[in-house]
């Protein structure tokens, strides 16, 4: 019975996509006089609203040249916008803000495509001990958050200070490979004082003292106890996945005027390992093995948070980057 419902449902879909939805485009650039691009250009603000009308409106059309503006090189988007003008019979002269939301939300669409690439591209890239470059990141992070703690060598149990769970990190990176490594070390250089405090607050376990004034025992029931390092890691993967499902479209296409980059995604990780901090504080977990359901918890918040197409997750991010952030 239930798969029976499924098919019936997905046949209603098929037909309304193929049929009712074709003939309600019609009817309305008929009694509109403009084209279903027209009409989501004028009729929605710039962001995600627009945007990702316009990716749908190109995704269903059964045009070619409409189709394929969705994966066109970002250089070959102004002459992109003008075929579909002249293909849509829309007078560029008599319509020139057509022209130019057409281009912001197609470099926006183009962008965020190519920023899932390069990320998956850094995600795919493990670390390597015998690579410099890697290497020197690696040592970055360490001055960054202990700047006033040598190193004694590579291989320390002093790694676990800033959160890793050994003596060589880079067993840590396997799962997010270089990605993780650049998430932490961004946020360690752009919000750093962000960053130590929370490496404080993570050093300090869950306790119990019957000495303490109450107020103060509060405080420390609220202790984080958590491993700064291996949290970066998890978050850069909730953030990643939140890239790849397309669910931070709503945010990246609020947020940047024209082509989402890597440094939008990484002020992103920045801000979700602050709210993530807050809400590890508000749910209280007993103890880091209950980090997973903290955690599964938090990404379906986030996820409601970007159903709404007019969010931006980090309006207000404290970064010293934030006019990169440009609403």
Wanted: proline share 5%.
């Amino acid at each position: 019975m239930k798969h029976f419902l499924r098919v019936l449902t997905q046949f209603f879909v098929f037909l309304y996509c193929k049929c009712l939805w074709r003939g309600l485009k019609f009817v309305a650039r008929k009694f509109t006089g403009r084209c279903e691009l027209q009409r989501i250009c004028y009729n929605n603000k710039p962001g995600a609203r627009r945007t990702q009308k316009i990716e749908s409106s190109l995704r269903y059309s059964k045009n070619e040249l409409m189709q394929s503006a969705l994966s066109i090189h970002p250089d070959k988007v102004e002459k992109t916008v003008d075929d579909i003008m002249a293909l849509k019979k829309i007078n560029p002269d008599t319509n020139p803000q057509l022209s130019i939301s057409l281009q912001a939300s197609l470099l926006q669409i183009v962008g965020y495509r190519n920023l899932v690439v390069e990320v998956e591209k850094l995600r795919r890239e493990p670390y390597d001990c015998e690579n410099a470059e890697h290497e020197e990141m690696l040592m970055k992070l360490w001055k960054e958050l202990r700047p006033n703690t040598p190193l004694t060598s590579r291989i320390s149990k002093q790694w676990c200070e800033i959160g890793f769970q050994g003596s060589d990190p880079k067993t840590d990176f396997r799962g997010m490979g270089l990605l993780g490594l650049h998430n932490l070390l961004y946020f360690a250089e752009h919000d750093k004082s962000t960053a130590l405090q929370m490496l404080q607050d993570s050093l300090q376990p869950k306790h119990n003292e019957g000495s303490k004034p109450e107020w103060e025992q509060k405080n420390f029931d609220k202790a984080i106890g958590y491993s700064f390092a291996i949290v970066g890691i998890n978050i850069t993967d909730l953030a990643y996945s939140l890239l790849v499902s397309g669910a931070l479209k709503t945010h990246l296409y609020n947020v940047a005027p024209e082509m989402p980059n890597l440094q939008h995604f990484q002020q992103t990780f920045c801000y979700l390992m602050q709210e993530f901090q807050r809400f590890w504080i508000e749910e209280d977990p007993s103890d880091i093995m209950e980090f997973n359901r903290v955690r599964s918890k938090f990404h379906r918040r986030i996820l409601r948070q970007l159903k709404n197409p007019d969010m931006a997750l980090c309006p207000h991010f404290a970064a010293s980057d934030l006019h990169l952030v440009n609403l």
